[in-house]
DNA sequence: TATGAAAGACCGCTCCC
DNA sequence: GGGAGCGGTCTTTCATA
């Protein structure tokens, strides 16, 4: 349930799955030079190793509406309330990350709205409403030139 | 190809396959009460229409040794030095996304690594190393608390 | 035009080698 | 790790409203 050491060909197939979920194990197969039922039983160990945590469908923001993409630091006024920032957080929907981070913020959140407008009603009726917050700091990203994960 | 207003049931649809992209069709039918067929037609225009993207397996970095997740604001020497240094960046495995933005800093980039020693490496002989670079400034993630998709 | 039902092809799972 | 058969799923087609 733990620890795997994954060898070369879990990576091969790990990246194929990380491009496309949906990879045929007879395609994986064949262009890996195994068979089918190698391709079942690695997939099934690195499951097992929660390596491979679930399968979901990339969806594209922009043509749902969601135009701007944008980072907000946050300052608390004390560190102790950030449990219950958090729970305040959680309740936006477009705040779609939040890291609990050292360096120059408390908490630092992505948020994606529709407009310009719909991010600064949501920065300052909904963010900056919440009480432990102090100050917070935005960051609108213009572009997203990389994006992609971790290479095991 | 282009625009594609989605309804209720798109919504409901994409909400299961954020969470499982292998969801059967027939259970996508059964749990919203129309047919398999239906299912079918709604993914395939939303695929036509670029909402649906691809599929992609989610994979547990920690589970391949990636312990340490932070971002970097960096400041360039010249705005103009944008292009060149994002090619230096992209050749960084550790760099898994980026951003160009407007505020504190030029460029936002969230970095994976082993080991704090390993961002170490990376950050002084590989990012500080490159020449456009003026400064940067770490934030380190201790925590995730919220990591979700866009609520169509 | 969109839905619903059924048939065929394909894929993944399991067993045995 | 490789290969074959079974069961299930997806896709396609056609009829219908």
Redesign the interface.
Known sequence: ME??Q?DNLDKQI?NA??????TPYAELAKRFAVSAGTIHVRIEKMKQ?????????????K??G?DV???I?INLNNARDYPDT?LH??EL?????????????SI??KV?ARSIDHLQDVLINKIQAIEAIQST????????????????
Chains 1, 2 share one sequence.
């Open positions: 620890n795997y994954i790990l799955l990380m491009a496309n979920a949906r190793a929660n390596i491979i945590t679930g399968t979901q469908v990339s969806i594209n923001a043509q749902l969601y993409c944008c980072f630091g958090l957080l959680k929907e477009e705040v779609v990350e939040a890291y609990y981070t050292t360096g120059n913020y630092f959140i994606m700091e935005t960051l609108i990203s213009l572009q997203n030139p990389i994006s992609r994960a971790v290479v095991p």
